[in-house]
């Protein structure tokens, strides 16, 4: 045996010369996937422009209106924007992106390599939460800016405000993940994407303060994880005294984690079923 050989086994051995895994690949797709998208300048336009546009169109409105004692109607918009923030950055562009990504063949070409798919999915991952805190922290120095929002001081709101967001987007990312199959082309991706979107931002609080929705239209929104995206985030950044705008009087901790957790079983569950590496034929 030569020592050459016997190195190349003592490498083998300690894992020196072993292939990178799964988590390593899908940081290494992580950071191409931030890179693509901060190249993108539409794209950036849009997630990070579109949310703290209307955060000060509709706060300019109707900002200064009181919603309760302590609470204006701005600082309403700013903790539902970081909701519907967070689901533009999740939901709405992976959804867009992957049905993309799949017409113009780089799913197909990804599936060949020995990539384990894994790594798409956390490199997609990586991007949508640099993009979510980045999204946040931007809302949130609006609302500070215009709207006298205050930073939360008590350790128990920063804890809301970790498992919502965390559980919160987990279940958008899947959603939008799964949904990424319905559109049958790129170019209808947008528009089929986009609509539900809209229509859940209006009905869940984040463009309409919630007591102004009309009772059927909360019920409907009550199923879908953005309205209790809006009403954690309402808890974390507004006065215990705001808990008497929510239908139920109350901030619903424990049922606002049941549903987000619910959505992200669904959302695992509908990605396995559906997802595809190809256009359908």
């Not at 190349?8 to 690949?25: D, F, I, S, V, Y």
């Not at 950055?89 to 867009?96: E, N, P």
């Not at 939008?176 to 986009?194: D, K, L, N, Q």
């Not at 009309?214 to 409907?220: A, C, I, K």
Request: aromatic fraction near 12%; charge should be positive.
């Amino acid at each position: 045996m030569t020592h050459g050989t016997i190195s190349a086994g003592a490498r083998t051995r300690t894992g020196q010369g072993a292939l990178p895994g799964a988590w390593q690949l899908g940081m290494a797709r992580g950071g191409v996937e931030v890179k693509t998208f901060f190249r993108d300048k539409m794209a950036v336009a849009f997630i990070f422009g579109l949310p703290p546009i209307l955060l000060v169109l509709l706060g300019s409105i109707f900002g200064s209106q009181a919603a309760a004692q302590g609470v204006t109607v701005g600082q309403l918009f700013t903790a539902g924007m970081i909701a519907g923030g967070l689901m533009s950055t999740s939901f709405q562009y992976l959804a867009i992106t992957i049905a993309t990504e799949r017409e113009n063949g780089m799913l197909k070409r990804l599936f060949g390599t020995p990539m384990p798919r894994p790594a798409y999915f956390a490199g997609k991952v990586v991007q949508v939460l640099v993009c979510a805190v980045a999204e946040t922290a931007l809302l949130i120095a609006v609302g500070m800016l215009f709207y006298h929002l205050r930073l939360p001081t008590e350790p128990s709101k920063w804890w809301t405000f970790a498992w919502v967001f965390l559980l919160g987007t987990a279940a958008c990312s899947l959603l939008g993940i799964a949904a990424s199959s319905v559109p049958r082309s790129a170019a209808s991706a947008t528009p089929v994407i986009t609509l539900p979107f809209t229509v859940l931002n209006f009905i869940s609080g984040v463009y309409v303060p919630f007591t102004a929705v009309p009772e059927w239209m909360r019920v409907v929104a009550s199923f879908f994880p953005l309205k209790w995206m809006a009403q954690g985030m309402r808890s974390v950044f507004l006065p215990e005294q705001a808990q008497t705008l929510e239908p139920a009087g109350s901030w619903e901790h424990g049922l606002t984690a049941l549903v987000l957790v619910a959505w992200i079983a669904a959302g695992l569950v509908l990605c396995l079923k559906t997802f595809r590496w190809q256009s359908r034929g």
